[in-house]
């Protein structure tokens, strides 16, 4: 069986990376030097608890969600499978017991990237971490493996494909291996989105270190994968805990295209973050970059698989480490992105898949923070995807038709899409969440059954070659010449609009491409499809939502995201810039010095010691000790 591979180019591209860069490229341009200072031991402490180690090394004051389960189950070692969403605090799981059990625990991850982001905030945290990678230099992996074997380091973080050879397996015979940390588990089965053939050399490894527990993460797996994952990690099937889907600090938000660049210039107003926004193809990411830099005059970035590679390592290294960066992208973009403060993720059309829309959506708001994911679909996004349905092979059919259909539910739902999303991941959500745009602003439902009879008539009658225009002078009765030189207001449907109906139209005509029953023709015209028969003969109704007046520019009244931080306020200010200033001296991240809501509750709090100080959510104490006077100084001097 071969790997599960991508359909397009940028995808494609995505994924050769992504199966290359686990251990031959650095991908991430943030200087390594300054990581090389090995930490400090903040091991365990007689007497500690979980949650003592909770507080004092990461400073949260409670576990969030599942992790106290999973925590529980890797003390006590037993083999867990953990299905977390993106953002629920997948590392902690492994971070905190790597703690408090004796020995190194041995995280398995598939990107180097992504590596040395973890290794970045466990080091931040006192935790003694290493990566065994190609970027980095001999002494350092030498420094690695002599911690390891010294029992000397907490975590030592590798690609498979290192991980699956004989002088690797030798290193862990001399070592002592606290816990096998496996992430994106999913990665080991075919049936999860991104197989990675290595994945599958952990099995024989971890077997040969049998009294070592195993921890597999993963943010996607359905339940066939989940069951897949298992079975290949060697984990049993109680094992198993799955917490649920639902990301409620983002905001869904969809909404009929109607000048993609206005509107999503009017997004990046209303969101100072960063964010990304996703665009289908290269020439369109480039285009769209461009309108929004000059529209808005925020820092705007491309990247798509066609950029020279060291153009895009740069492009991704200064997204990652700025606050405000926009990035415009293909799907290239994002595997590997561990970026927790991203405000907005925006779709200037429709995604691929609801599976595709969940992922690149949750790339928002891992912080926690709120944060807005905004969809602007039309009726162009179904044409194209159904003409792409003629070259699928049969036995795929079905499942395709399937995946299209379920997104023409999303984008037209009047009901609440988290629930929509939720149900399809086969979660049984409440009915609405107060969080979504369909929630916040419910839109109407309209009886469209004989607008859309006439609408179906029209196209039929016309010969199935004409577009909206054309049909929409014959049915509102327009004295055009076109329609008059073909006859066509010699037609019974000529002139049988009115007015008032006219307006809907074009998102009458949008609904029934969404749902097939129009369909385009080779030269753009408009065909009957699916159930148009059954519409025209009155054997369906056809409801339609109309979205509320106003959302289709996007422009609400109400800020968006983001609202969370007092944007303005001179003290929170002054505490943003001195994080900066600190990034920028240890050649990191701003986010991997404080989270936002973290600068957020000194800002309200003002405290005036370290004990204050390091009561505050997200400061344990290495970094209280490395930053607090500096944040207190700041404060006082306020
Ligand atoms: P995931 O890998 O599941 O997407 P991460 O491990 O990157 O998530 O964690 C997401 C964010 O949540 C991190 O910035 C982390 O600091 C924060 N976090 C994790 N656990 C907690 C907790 N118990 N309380 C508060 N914040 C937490
Ligand atoms: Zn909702």
Redesign the pocket.
């Given at each position: 069986m071969s790997p599960m591979l991508p359909e397009d180019d940028d995808a494609l591209a995505a994924y050769a990376e992504w199966a290359e860069m686990g251990e031959d490229a650095a991908g991430n341009g943030l200087a390594l030097s300054t990581l090389s200072n090995v930490s400090s031991d903040c091991g365990l402490r007689p007497g500690e608890s979980a949650e003592d180690v909770?507080h004092r090394v990461?400073g949260?004051p409670?576990?969030?969600g599942v992790?106290r389960q999973v925590v529980d189950r890797v003390l006590a070692g037993e083999s867990t499978l953990a299905v977390?969403p993106?953002?629920?605090?997948?590392?902690?799981t492994y971070q905190l017991p790597a703690l408090m059990l004796p020995g190194t625990c041995v995280v398995v991850s598939p990107l180097i990237a992504l590596m040395h982001d973890q290794l970045r905030s466990a080091r931040a945290n006192g935790i003694r971490a290493a990566t065994l990678t190609s970027a980095d230099s001999e002494d350092e992996r030498a420094a690695g493996i002599e911690a390891m074997r010294s029992g000397q380091l907490d975590l030592l973080y590798v690609a498979p494909e290192r991980a699956s050879q004989g002088h690797f397996r030798e290193l862990l015979a001399r070592s002592n291996v606290a816990l096998f940390a496996i992430d994106e588990a999913h990665c080991v089965s075919e049936w999860g989105h991104d197989f990675r053939p290595d994945y599958r050399l952990l099995r024989p490894l971890m077997d040969a270190f049998p009294d070592v527990p195993r921890l597999a993460l993963t943010?996607t797996a359905d339940a066939h994968t989940r069951a897949d994952i298992l079975a290949q990690l060697g984990i049993s099937d109680d094992g198993l805990i799955v917490a649920g889907f639902d990301r409620p600090n983002i905001r869904y938000a969809i909404r009929p295209r109607d000048g993609a660049p206005q509107q999503l210039a009017a997004l990046l107003k209303e969101n100072p973050g960063a964010g990304i926004v996703y665009a289908p193809t290269r020439r369109q990411v480039e285009e769209l970059a461009a309108k929004l830099a000059a529209a808005t005059g925020r820092p705007v970035r491309p990247y798509h698989a066609g950029l020279d590679p060291a153009v895009r390592a740069a492009n991704q290294a200064a997204f990652v480490a700025a606050e405000d960066m926009v990035m415009v992208a293909t799907v290239a973009f994002g595997m590997g992105i561990?970026k927790?403060d991203v405000r907005f993720v925006a779709h200037a059309a429709m995604p691929k898949s609801i599976e595709g829309y969940y992922q690149e959506t949750g790339r928002a708001g891992?912080?926690?923070d709120p944060a807005v994911a905004v969809m602007l679909w039309g009726a162009e996004d179904f044409l194209k995807a159904r003409q792409r349905l003629s070259e699928v092979e049969p036995a795929r059919l079905p499942g395709e038709r399937a995946r299209l259909d379920s997104l023409a539910a999303l984008v037209e739902t009047a009901g609440c899409r988290r629930a929509l999303l939720l149900r399809h991941f086969g979660e049984d959500p409440p009915a609405s969440c107060g969080n979504c745009d369909t929630c916040l602003d419910p839109p109407k439902v309209v009886d469209a059954t004989e607008l859309a009879r006439k609408v179906l008539s029209a196209a039929y009658r016309t010969g199935q070659s004409f577009g909206l225009g054309h049909i929409a002078n014959v049915l509102t009765g327009k004295d055009d010449e076109r329609v008059r030189t073909r006859g066509h207001d010699q037609l019974s449907v000529f002139g049988i609009v009115g007015a008032e109906e006219a307006p809907l139209l074009r998102p009458l005509v949008r609904a029934l491409q969404a749902r097939g029953a129009l369909v385009a023709t080779e030269h753009g015209g408009l065909a009957l499809g699916g159930n148009a028969r059954a519409i025209l003969i009155g054997e369906e109704p056809f409801g339609m939502t109309l979205p509320p007046a106003g959302a289709s520019r996007g422009g609400r009244k109400r800020r968006d995201a983001a609202a969370a931080n007092p944007v303005g306020d001179p003290l929170f200010e002054a505490l943003r810039s001195l994080r900066r200033e600190l990034a920028a001296e240890a050649g990191v991240p701003p986010y991997v010095i404080f989270?936002d809501a973290t600068l957020r509750e000194m800002a309200t709090l003002k405290p005036a010691s370290q004990a204050e100080l390091g009561r505050i959510?997200?400061i344990g104490a290495r970094k209280l000790e490395a930053y607090g006077d500096a944040f207190l100084a700041a404060i006082r001097n306020h």
């Open positions: 909770l990461f949260f409670d576990f969030r992790q977390m993106t953002g629920a605090g997948k590392s902690l943010a561990d927790p891992r912080d926690g989270h959510a997200g």
